[in-house]
């Protein structure tokens, strides 16, 4: 357990509302990750940060946002979700980059 | 861009038999390629993290092997045990500095059913 949460742990909403999902780590670590899972396409990276205000674009960023002003939390918004958002997010930590990553035990959202 | 493809899909073996489980990548520039285990509606656990200069990685029953060269990697699970059904993935990390992580391309999986 590398002490990470996820939450909420399950969603449905509808199309065009905004959703915030939010990772907790408690073990400092300096890498956190946004992934989401689908069947036929695997695991995908949508955003990622190596520190403090520090984040970048993943493979599927076009749709989500995200924000870091603590070390602890990571926060996934959907401005305005759509029923293609509807999907199992993982967060993910690591320490170094040359580390292995922890992930989280995800949210599953639903968009009507 | 980097595909990374797990070979069964699927593969159901009798509880004691030793099993490989194949991963390759078409990019052989990577900076490290790790082995992940996922079960039913939970998150991933890391098993195994290679890196690009190393042959193998091994931790109890499960030795994983990279030839980089070549594109592949094998992760071989001996005498299987029913609590080892879950979803086998891999992951090739191409990227590894400061302002980036390590950003992984994942392969789809391969599920594993033992059978007692």
């Known amino acids: 357990d590398a002490g990470i949460t996820q939450s909420p742990r399950h969603k449905v909403t509808e199309t065009g509302t905004p959703v915030t999902l939010r990772c907790h780590q408690t073990?400092?670590?300096?890498?956190m990750y946004w992934y989401r899972q689908d069947p036929g396409h695997g695991l995908r990276l949508i955003h990622y940060s190596y520190g403090v205000k520090d984040t970048d674009k993943g493979e599927v960023s076009d749709g989500y946002s995200v924000s870091r002003s603590k070390t602890e939390d990571f926060l996934l918004t959907l401005e305005s979700a759509t029923s293609s958002q509807t999907s199992v997010y993982f967060c993910?930590?690591?320490?170094?980059?040359?580390?292995?990553?922890?992930f989280g035990p995800g949210t599953r959202l639903t968009v009507l | 861009k980097q595909e990374v493809t797990q070979i069964p899909a699927a593969l159901s073996v009798p509880e004691g038999e030793n099993l490989v489980l194949n991963c390759s990548f078409t990019d052989s520039a990577i900076y490290n390629l790790q082995w992940f285990r996922q079960d039913p509606g939970k998150g991933l656990t890391s098993l195994l993290l290679?890196?690009?200069?190393?042959r193998e990685q091994t931790s109890g029953r499960l030795n994983a092997s990279l030839d980089k060269s070549s594109g592949r990697s094998t992760l071989y699970i001996a005498a299987s045990q029913p609590g080892d059904s879950a979803t086998y993935l891999c992951?090739?990390?191409?990227?590894?500095?400061?302002?980036?992580?390590?950003?992984?391309?994942f392969g789809e999986g391969t599920q594993l059913t033992v059978n007692p």
């Open positions: 992951a090739v990390n191409e990227e590894g500095r400061e302002t980036s992580g390590s950003r992984l391309t």
């Open positions: 290679i890196q690009s200069s190393q």
């Open positions: 993910a930590i690591s320490t170094r980059y040359t580390d292995t990553q922890y």
């Open positions: 073990e400092n670590h300096r890498y």
